[in-house]
C-alpha cells in the first residue's frame, strides 16, 4: 500500500494527504480502534479536511455535528423525514418533494448502521480501509478516472447533485456501489471545511486503489507532456519509487 501511496503522489504531486476511511460496526471496536476521539461537535467533512493535512480522528454519533453525514454514513436509522425527501426539500435546492426525494434515492447512503467512522491518511493505517478519499484539482480528477478506465472503461456509477459531497458523494455512494465516485463537493463543505474552489473529491472502495495506481501509471507515457513527465522522475527519485517514465512519448504530440 505504502509503495502506491508513493507511487501516486509521484505521478500526481497531491497537495493533500490521501485519506483512508474505516467503518467502525460495534462500540467495541470503537474503543478498540487506536485512533484518538474527537473530543466535540465537529461535522464529518471539517474532520476529513483536518485529515488530509495528516491528522487522524475517530467520532461516533455523540461528535456528529451535521445531520446529513450522520444520515449518510449511516450513523443512526433514516428518519421518516428524511426517507420522504423532506429533508433534502426543505433546504431550497430542489423544485418539489418528488426531485428532493430522487436525488436522494439516486446517491446510496449507507444501507447498514454503523457505531463511528476513522478516518486517516492512508499511510498510516496497519488493516485494510474501506473507502479512499482524494482531494483533487480536475487535472488529477482527469488522470484518476484515466487510470481507472484503463483497467474497466469508463465508470458507469457516477453519481452527483452538489449535495452531501464529502459524507454521501465521497463516501457512502463508494461503497455502497463498489466503484468510485467523483463529487464536485456542496455549498455545506466548501463553507465550513474551506475547500479551494478548485479542488474537487474522489471515493473509491479501498479494494480498486491498487489498480487505480497501476492504471494512472500506466497512462503517464501516452497521457503526459514532457514537463510534467520530468516532474514525475524527479517525485518518483525523491519517493524512492520506480516509475517507468518515457520522454518524447504521448498520444496526441505524434
Keep these: 500500500m505504502k509503495k502506491n501511496i508513493n507511487k501516486l503522489n509521484a505521478a500526481l504531486s497531491m497537495n493533500r494527504k490521501i485519506i483512508g476511511i474505516k467503518f467502525l460496526y460495534s462500540e467495541s471496536e470503537f474503543n478498540a480502534c487506536e485512533v484518538p476521539q474527537v473530543k466535540y461537535k465537529l461535522s464529518y467533512c471539517k474532520m476529513i479536511s483536518l485529515v488530509s493535512k495528516g491528522k487522524s480522528f ?21 428518519s421518516n423525514s428524511a426517507i420522504s425527501g423532506k429533508s433534502y426539500y426543505k433546504l431550497g435546492m430542489y423544485n418539489s418533494l418528488g426531485t428532493a426525494k430522487k436525488t436522494q434515492n439516486d446517491v446510496p447512503v449507507m444501507k447498514s448502521c454503523i457505531h463511528g467512522v476513522a478516518a486517516m491518511p492512508l499511510e498510516n493505517f496497519t488493516q485494510e480501509p ?18 481507472y478506465s484503463f483497467h474497466n472503461g469508463a465508470p458507469k456509477n457516477l453519481k452527483f447533485s452538489g449535495n452531501q459531497g464529502i459524507c454521501l458523494e465521497c463516501t457512502a455512494a ?31 472502495p479501498f479494494n480498486m486503489f491498487d489498480m487505480v495506481v497501476d492504471g494512472l501509471v500506466k497512462t503517464i507515457n501516452p497521457s503526459e507532456t514532457d514537463s510534467r513527465k520530468l516532474g514525475v522522475i524527479k517525485r518518483s527519485n525523491d519517493n524512492g519509487c520506480d516509475i517507468d517514465v518515457n520522454l518524447g512519448e504521448n498520444y496526441y504530440l505524434k
Excluded: H
Excluded at 181 to 193: I, K, P
Design 174 to 204: 463508494p461503497f455502497e456501489n463498489n466503484d468510485i465516485n467523483v463529487s464536485v463537493l456542496c455549498s455545506n463543505t466548501r463553507f465550513s471545511a474551506k475547500w479551494d474552489d478548485s479542488e474537487l473529491g474522489i471515493g473509491l
Design 130 to 147: 474501506d473507502v479512499v478519499m482524494l482531494i483533487v484539482n480536475p487535472y488529477q480528477a482527469m488522470r484518476i478516472i484515466q487510470g
Design 58 to 78: 475517530k467520532a461516533n454519533l455523540d461528535n456528529s455535528e451535521c445531520n446529513g453525514a450522520i444520515n449518510a454514513l449511516g450513523l443512526k436509522e433514516l
